[in-house]
C-alpha cells in the first residue's frame, strides 16, 4: 500500500521508486507463467515474478527483469509470492529480526499498527513466532479484529476507528511495549510511543497516514514524543527491506516453511478481473483489504 500510495506522487520520497506516469501502464509486484520465451533463464511454462509487473493481461517482458520461483515453496498458491512468500513476507521477517531485538525468554509485549494489512499481519505472527509473549494488533474495524485474534494468534486487537486507543493499549499490554512494528505513523505511533518501555524499539516499516503530506520520510515526529524516545532511549531507526537482500533467500525458505506447515496464516482479499483493477486498488487506500490485496488476472 505505502509503495503504491508513493507512486501517485511527483516525488515518491523513496530513491528506489520512481513515479507512475500519466498515459503509460501502471506497473507492480505480479506472478505469471511464461506463454512464449526467447530466453534461456526463462523458457515456456515456468513461473515467474517481478516488483515492475505492468497491469496488463498479457506482457512482453526481458528475462532480465524476471526471478523465476517454485510454485512448490507455496504449494501451489502463486499470489503468496507478493505477499507471505515475497517481498512483503522479506518486510516483515527482516524488519522484526534486524530491528526488532526480539528475544525468547524476554516476557516482550510487541504492538503492531496496520495489523490487518498485508506486511502488519505477518509481523505479528513472526514476532509471535519468534518469543514475543503478548502481539497486540491496531486496525481499522472490527473484523478485522476478529480475524487477528481467532484466525492469526495475535493476543489482542484494538479497533482505532472505535476505541480509546490509549486506554485499551494499557489493557492490552499491562507490561508496557518492547517492540512496535510501524506501519502507519502520525497520531497512532506518538500513542504507542508514550507506553514503550526503556530501550525498546520502533521498527519504522510505513508511514502511510502520512504521505498525502507535505513533509519528509520518516515524517518529524512531535516534541514530546522525541523527548520520551530519548529518555527511554527508545531506538527508531528507517528500515529499508532492499537494503537486507542478501539474507533474501534464507528468509524466504524460512517463511515457506512456516507458511507451509500452517505456523504463518496467510490473509488475502482476492478481487478478479483487471477491469476491477481501479475498485480493488481504490478499496485498499480505504482499509478495505484484509491481508494482501490481490487482482486475479487468469487462472
Known amino acids: 500500500k505505502c509503495n ?33 520465451s526467447r530466453c534461456t533463464s526463462c523458457p515456456e511454462g515456468c513461473v515467474v515474478t517481478s516488483f515492475n509487473w505492468p497491469w496488463q493481461t498479457h506482457a512482453v517482458m526481458k528475462g532480465g527483469a524476471l526471478q523465476k520461483v517454485d510454485p512448490q515453496l507455496v504449494d501451489g498458491h502463486l499470489s503468496y509470492f507478493l505477499g507471505a512468500v515475497g517481498i512483503t513476507g522479506l518486510t516483515a521477517l527482516l524488519g522484526v529480526r534486524e530491528k526488532g531485538h526480539v528475544t525468547k525468554g524476554a516476557n516482550q509485549t510487541m504492538v503492531v499498527s496496520g495489523a490487518a494489512g498485508a506486511c502488519g499481519s505477518i509481523a505479528g505472527q513472526i514476532g509471535r513466532l519468534d518469543g514475543c509473549v503478548r502481539v497486540v494488533g491496531i486496525c481499522g474495524s472490527d473484523d478485522k479484529c476478529r480475524a487477528l485474534v481467532e484466525d492469526l494468534g495475535f493476543s489482542a486487537a484494538i479497533n482505532y476507528r472505535q476505541d480509546d486507543v490509549c486506554a485499551r493499549l494499557k489493557e492490552c499490554c499491562p507490561d508496557g511495549i518492547d517492540v512496535y512494528f510501524d506501519n502507519v505513523g502520525g497520531h497512532i505511533s506518538e500513542t504507542v510511543i508514550a507506553q514503550m518501555n526503556k530501550g525498546s524499539h520502533v521498527i519504522l516499516c510505513g508511514q502511510i497516514s502520512q504521505y498525502n503530506k507535505d513533509v519528509p520520510y520518516p515524517p518529524p515526529l ?39 506447515s500452517g505456523q504463518i496464516k496467510v490473509l488475502e482479499t482476492v478481487v478478479n478481473g483487471i477491469e476491477n483493477m481501479g475498485v480493488a486498488f481504490c478499496s485498499m487506500m480505504k482499509g478495505g483489504n484484509v491481508g494482501k490485496q490481490i487482482i486475479k488476472i487468469s487462472d
Not at 18 to 32: I, M
Not at 222 to 250: D, G, P, W
Open 4 to 36: 503504491r500510495r508513493c507512486r501517485m506522487n511527483e516525488e515518491t520520497g523513496a530513491d528506489y521508486l520512481k513515479p507512475w506516469q500519466l498515459s503509460e501502464c501502471l506497473d507492480g509486484g505480479g506472478v505469471g507463467v511464461v506463454e512464449s
Open 222 to 260: 512531535s516534541v514530546e514524543t522525541q523527548n520520551a524516545l530519548q529518555r527511554n532511549c527508545i531506538t527508531r531507526e528507517r528500515f529499508l527491506v532492499l537494503s537486507y537482500m542478501h539474507k533474501a533467500e534464507a528468509a524466504l525458505c524460512e517463511l515457506s516453511q512456516w507458511v507451509k
